[in-house]
């Protein structure tokens, strides 16, 4: 195999494919502080790609709670097993990818999920961690956790599917960094689906061919966010476009997200595929479940994102989500205003970094009535 850098896990590693990073990169961010699951995202991504016959039960695009939720079932606990116990302490990650633990023979290690692994979207829903007592009560924090985890396809740096196709189907775009697959040349002998530790990649029944998230690119191409992005109504995240740590841009939210704070974290860095959505971690869930799942740096990233406040130039990137359709490369705060644009430098968005509040009197001494904030 081939050596590449991987930035996520802090060293060279093997990799099928020499490593060609295109000229941008696809990414999204998502504040997991901010989603409840109310699924608007998957209904949008599936009435919009997936209402087909054979694409009944895909979902490109789901959300599922954690720490019990999975879809389809245990694809994240069955690979771990699978991986074994491997430290991911530390900047640099010593243990094994998924590439350095292939079989012999094959180049990621992985499996294939059985037909009703996909039969239970929600299972798991709301279901939190451990039993509640007899006269238990509110505290803080919470004694019990749980949080939704939203998921599409990662267009990951070094994507599995790709590395696992025997025919070569699978191509990431040299002009945007989003994962394809040319389904002329597929055979649908589903290796991507087995090799896909994320499971985005589906097998289509009735074509006989694989299908996955296409990054909404019809819409990317016209500088448009991805239709989960624009119709999320928490205004969870943000969809565009992020540089390698080496060159990051102090003016592109995403880079001052991921980079720069270091508040948003890959999910699962150890598998070694540089995944480019990039989660900002809850700030009631123990750090050691998080630790496990987003890597090294999970307990300083909810530190620095609980004094967001006091960073004018990390508040204002965050609060450029959900402010446009459009995707937003370049940004400013000028006094409590923060301000995005396109690639052009034409404004896209201006959002108050704080929210206008408005305190009437309880009594209007003008009208001489009472009232409240409701009347």
């Known amino acids: 195999m081939a050596k590449v850098y991987n930035w996520q896990i802090g060293r060279e590693m093997e990799y099928p494919y020499e490593g060609a ?24 991504c599936k009435t919009t790609w997936t209402p087909g016959r054979g694409q009944e039960y895909m979902f490109w695009n789901n959300v599922e709670s954690k720490p019990y939720g999975f879809y389809p079932l245990g694809w994240d606990v069955k690979i771990l ?33 059985d037909d009703m692994d996909y039969a239970h979207p929600n299972i798991g829903e709301d279901d939190s961690l451990g039993n509640m007592e007899q006269g238990a009560f509110l505290t803080l924090p919470h004694m019990q956790w749980m949080y939704y985890l939203p998921r599409i396809c990662n267009h990951c740096t070094y994507p599995a599917c790709l590395g696992s196709c025997p025919r070569q189907s699978i191509y990431k775009r040299p002009e945007d960094g989003i994962v394809l697959i040319d389904q002329t040349r597929c055979r649908g002998y589903r290796e991507c689906v087995k090799g896909c530790p994320y499971k985005k990649t589906f097998f289509n029944p009735m074509t006989r061919v694989s299908e996955k998230c296409v990054g909404c690119y019809p819409a990317v191409e016209q500088g448009r966010q991805t239709q989960c992005t624009i119709t999320c109504i928490g205004k969870i995240r943000m969809q565009g476009f992020i540089s390698t740590p080496d060159r990051a841009r102090a003016d592109s939210p995403i880079d001052y997200i991921v980079h720069i704070a270091k508040i948003g974290k890959p999910l699962y860095p150890q598998f070694g595929l540089e995944p480019n959505v990039y989660y900002i971690p809850p700030v009631h869930v123990p750090p050691a479940f998080l630790g496990q799942m987003f890597g090294n740096g999970v307990s300083e990233a909810i530190a620095t994102y609980r004094k967001a406040s006091g960073d004018k130039k990390l508040l204002g990137a965050l609060m450029l989500f959900g402010a446009t359709p459009q995707i937003i490369h370049h940004y400013k705060v000028e006094g409590n205003t923060s301000i995005g644009y396109d690639e052009k430098g034409q404004e896209l968005a201006r959002v108050p970094m704080k929210e206008p509040i408005q305190i009437r009197a309880a009594y209007d001494e003008k009208l001489k009535v009472h009232r409240s904030n409701t009347t």
Do not use: S
């Open 21 to 44: 990073r295109p000229k941008k990169q696809f990414a999204m961010v998502m504040d997991l502080n901010k989603c409840i699951a109310c699924q608007t995202c998957t209904v949008a």
């Open 81 to 113: 097993e699978k991986l074994g116990v491997q430290d991911v302490n530390g900047k640099v990650y010593h243990g094994k990818t998924l590439f350095e633990a292939a079989p012999e023979g094959e180049h990621v290690l992985g499996f294939l999920p």
